[in-house]
């Protein structure tokens, strides 16, 4: 059985043209001002890297997850993915230092549990370097997804300054960028069994939500 990923980032109708005419100008500044966020997930990473190896060690002994380390996972990816659409402007506001509900405003973000989970998945995630060439065709896909990411992010900048709107083919394509690093991070933390699809599109198209 595989954890299902329910991702939906939701478009808003109009934004404020500060946030982007900062985010173009005063990126440096921008970097500073989410410092405290970047020490903050810092601490909260080195907790998360051990919450998952008691999690994919419960799994190889038991073959079934813990709902409480699958629970506290699956907040810290809804925290990381609240935190990166505060930052890179896709959301209005400062990110608060917790985890947002499971539908927000701006994202909804939520992994089904399964009941029963693959032992040799888990044992290939606590062998680490076997684990990264399993990955490695999507560690060279996650890069250049980043750096597309970056692109459309920057266009869409400009182009929010002078209409206070995002395009939305711009703003489809960062949430599907979203999308396929999510799914890849819900397999690579244990919370899926099922290899991660190379792209981000919605498995089903209920699941996206562009407001035009």
Not at 96 to 114: G, N, Q, R, Y
Not at 153 to 160: L, R
Request: charged share 15%.
């Amino acid at each position: 059985m595989r954890g299902v990923l329910k991702f939906m980032v939701k478009r808003p109708y109009s934004i404020s043209l500060f946030g982007p005419v900062v985010r173009i100008i005063f990126f440096p500044f921008l970097i500073l001002a989410y410092l405290p966020h970047w020490i903050y997930i810092s601490f909260y990473s080195c907790i998360t890297v051990v919450v998952y190896i008691v999690h994919n060690i419960i799994i190889l002994i038991t073959g079934h997850p813990s709902s409480g380390t699958y629970q506290y996972l699956i907040n810290y990816l809804r925290y990381t993915n609240y935190l990166t659409l505060s930052f890179l402007g896709l959301r209005v506001g400062y990110a608060p230092f917790s985890v947002p509900p499971l539908k927000h405003a701006s994202l909804e973000f939520d992994v089904a549990m399964p009941a029963e989970m693959n032992r040799l998945w888990a044992l290939a995630r606590l062998c680490t370097p076997v684990f990264c060439v399993i990955l490695l065709p999507h560690i060279i896909i996650k890069i250049w997804y980043s750096i597309i990411q970056i692109a459309f992010i920057y266009i869409s900048w400009i182009k929010a300054v002078f209409t206070g709107r995002y395009f939305a083919y711009y703003w489809t394509r960062i949430d599907h960028s979203l999308r396929y690093q999510n799914r890849l991070a819900i397999f690579v933390l244990g919370l899926s069994d099922t290899y991660p699809l190379f792209h981000g599109h919605p498995e089903e198209k209920t699941l996206m939500e562009i407001e035009e």
